[in-house]
T-cell receptor, first 112, second 111 residues
Framework: GENVEQHPSTLSVQEGDSAVIKCTYSDSASNYFPWYKQELGKRPQLIIDIRSNVGEKKDQRIAVTLNKTAKHFSLHITETQPEDSAVYFCAASMRGDYKLSFGAGTTVTVRA | DADVTQTPRNRITKTGKRIMLECSQTKGHDRMYWYRQDPGLGLRLIYYSFDVKDINKGEISDGYSVSRQAQAKFSLSLESAIPNQTALYFC??????????FGSGTQLSVL
């Protein structure tokens, strides 16, 4: 099955700075890569996703980039704010599989 | 609002006991999933079901069983609970795409 590795496990940034989380995947057949955000005590929620036919996608202060050759993808958060503090999970899914394999998560803390 | 509801929210049980976690949804989605979350391990798939007559094992199904009673209901059972099954359990649904909608979670402690 698919194996997704995520780094770093914890990330502390100053408010206003950028945060970057990186993930690698093992199966070249994977073609869908979402990112979920889980605030403390809450359920995970999808914040952005990308398919393998594009290299980058942006939504306001967040962006995801994909390198299919290297089999890695990254989440970029710019101008971080206190409400960005949460656990972020990357995931991958193979075409037609409809099952997500998740990374171990990154705890992001934004310092005021 | 259409939602995914899990019961109970918290459960403390003893080793060897049988327990059931329940999930119901009003989203009208066909696909339902059970994941467990452990610190440092992320979310791992236990079982999934794409319709009422379809049950599939995930990556960590040992020690668990499921029942899809209706399109809207998907329950997870631990036949004989053990301490390493202490975790946060999430039910999730999807509508035929990869996008998952998670329930509010059940925190299970096995003593």
């Amino acid at each position: 099955g698919e194996n997704v590795e995520q780094h770093p496990s914890t990330l502390s940034v100053q408010e206003g700075d950028s945060a970057v989380i990186k993930c690698t995947y093992s199966d070249s057949a994977s073609n869908y890569f979402p990112w979920y955000k889980q605030e403390l005590g809450k359920r995970p929620q999808l914040i952005i996703d990308i398919r393998s036919n594009v290299g980058e996608k942006k939504d306001q202060r967040i962006a995801v980039t994909l390198n299919k050759t290297a089999k890695h993808f990254s989440l970029h958060i710019t101008e971080t704010q206190p409400e960005d503090s949460a656990v972020y999970f990357c995931a991958a899914s193979m075409r037609g599989d409809y099952k997500l394999s998740f990374g171990a998560g990154t705890t992001v803390t934004v310092r005021a | 609002d259409a939602d995914v509801t899990q019961t109970p929210r918290n459960r403390i049980t003893k080793t060897g006991k049988r327990i059931m976690l329940e999930c119901s949804q009003t989203k009208g989605h066909d696909r339902m999933y059970w994941y467990r979350q452990d610190p440092g391990l992320g979310l791992r798939l236990i079982y999934y079901s794409f319709d009422v007559k379809d049950i599939n094992k995930g990556e960590i199904s040992d020690g668990y069983s499921v029942s899809r009673q209706a399109q809207a209901k998907f329950s997870l059972s631990l036949e004989s609970a053990i301490p390493n099954q202490t975790a946060l359990y999430f039910c999730a649904t999807s509508a035929g795409t990869e996008k998952l909608f998670f329930g509010s979670g059940t925190q299970l402690s096995v003593l």
